[in-house]
């Protein structure tokens, strides 16, 4: 599965009073908070669930993991004014579930994407923004890190933040070493060779890269 959301402009989050049975088979007081933001959590560990089991039935031993683009990527603050998801505004309704909330359920890992796609700070300023929207440096996190691990599964450099290859090597290499260094399990770069993709950089505009990239 990839980069799963929900829409928090949409129903049941459009109610805001009232009680909703959610799939869990609970029932959600739409007028408080807590509860709003309970059932957005139950229900994507409950879909988890799920899906998990169906895959195990026909193969017990494959993983099965999720990957979370984080959600102050489109402007999220669960910790703040989006808790029990309020506040949608205008702007990306999507609602990305957090990395600490997804390894709390029943999958076995989860693999989380990050970019740097805001100047207006560091790299590693950036980084650390992003990774603590998604619960990352939480106690939460770290207790369940234990047992199970996460991923850098999708990362690389845009060429509106990177305008040579040499300083996108740099940047990609920095937020890999960021990963590993918060216990990252794995690593995944954003792409290979799909150079199509005119907008991001590619993994192949240099062959010695690569050594560079898996060393």
Not at 40 to 67: C, F, Q, T
Not at 114 to 125: A, D, F, Q, R
Request: proline share 4%.
């Amino acid at each position: 599965m990839d980069e799963f959301s929900l829409n928090g402009r949409q129903w049941p989050f459009t109610l805001t009073e009232g009680m909703f049975t959610g799939p869990d088979g609970r029932a959600y007081d739409m007028s408080q908070d807590d509860q709003r933001q309970a059932l957005y959590e139950n229900s994507i560990l409950s879909y988890h669930a799920r899906v998990s089991k169906a895959v195990k039935e026909v193969v017990p031993s494959m993983l099965v993991g999720e990957g979370v683009f984080v959600p102050r990527a489109v402007g999220k603050d669960y910790e703040g004014k989006h808790y029990g998801i309020r506040n949608m505004g205008r702007r990306d309704p999507r609602c990305p579930p957090k990395a600490s909330t997804i390894l709390n359920g029943a999958l076995d890992f989860v693999d989380v994407h990050v970019y740097y796609t805001k100047p207006s700070t560091t790299l590693e300023e950036s980084y650390r923004l992003d990774m603590k929207s998604t619960g990352l440096y939480s106690q939460e996190m770290q207790g369940v890190l234990k047992d199970k691990p996460y991923i850098l599964g999708e990362f690389g450099s845009f060429k509106f933040i990177a305008t040579t290859f040499d300083q996108a090597r740099k940047n990609i290499l920095k937020t890999r070493d960021l990963a590993l260094g918060d216990n990252a399990q794995g690593y995944m770069m954003w792409t290979f060779d799909t150079f199509e993709q005119r907008c991001i950089w590619q993994a192949m505009e240099d062959e010695a890269f690569l050594k560079e990239l898996s060393d």
